[in-house]
Antibody
């Protein structure tokens, strides 16, 4: 069974940084691209970032480009999201999601990031 | 960026009724469209991909149709566990993005 477990969320002040982690199990992690998707409170879903299985290609949404960095460690079956220069509007639940050719076929339970002074 | 418009915003139905949800794209996405279900406090779950293919483990009462700009998710007979929010998502053009969602609520 595919399992994705996010961690690292919490309360951070505007302008601060946070690093999210997603630990994967139940599938051959090194063979799959991964994504981060977020959902602001009471709002819809927003795709943020994508990384290929080897990390050779990385893409970002315009809303986070230059502030967020996705990475992965296939030896640790983990994908990460480094978030810098956080803004109030980055407050959301952050999900990691396994790629199925640019669809998202497995999701973690999410981790809440709250940006507030 | 392609805009996905879902309608209606809310659908009020009773268990056993048929649900028909719409997703319209601002330009053609061919058949590159997926549907997700999200229940309160839970992560989304992939239901349908490539417009009409059910994901693993998804019951046959869920079906998808359409191509180009107009897509439909049909739930043939609503079960109590089907009351949730449904999102469409396109992967035809970069970036992949989602519609605003349709809430299916108990009438």
């Amino acid at each position: 069974e595919v399992q994705l477990v996010e961690s690292g969320g919490g309360l951070v002040q505007p302008g601060g940084s946070l690093r999210l982690s997603c630990a994967a199990s139940g599938f051959t992690f090194s063979s799959y691209s991964m994504n981060w998707v977020r959902q602001a409170p009471g709002k819809g879903l927003e795709w943020l970032s994508y990384i290929t299985s080897t990390g050779s290609a990385i893409y970002y949404a315009d809303s986070v480009k230059g502030r967020f960095t996705i990475s992965r460690d296939n030896a640790k079956n983990s994908v990460y999201l480094q978030m810098n220069s956080l803004r109030d509007e980055d407050t959301a639940v952050y999900y990691c999601a396994k790629s199925k050719t640019y669809y998202f076929d497995s999701w973690g339970q999410g981790t809440l990031v709250t940006v507030s002074s | 960026e392609i805009v996905l418009t879902q309608s209606p915003a809310t659908l009020s139905l009773s268990p056993g009724e048929r649900a028909t949800l719409s997703c319209r794209a601002s330009q053609s996405v061919s058949s590159s469209l997926a549907w997700y279900q999200q229940k309160p406090g839970q992560a989304p779950r992939l239901l349908i991909y490539d417009a009409s293919n059910r994901a693993t483990g998804i019951p046959a009462r869920f079906s998808g149709s359409g191509s180009g700009t107009d897509f439909t998710l049909t739930i043939s007979s609503l079960e109590p566990e089907d009351f949730a929010v449904y999102y469409c998502q396109q992967r035809s053009n970069w970036p992949p993005n989602f519609g605003g969602g349709t809430k299916v609520e108990i009438k």
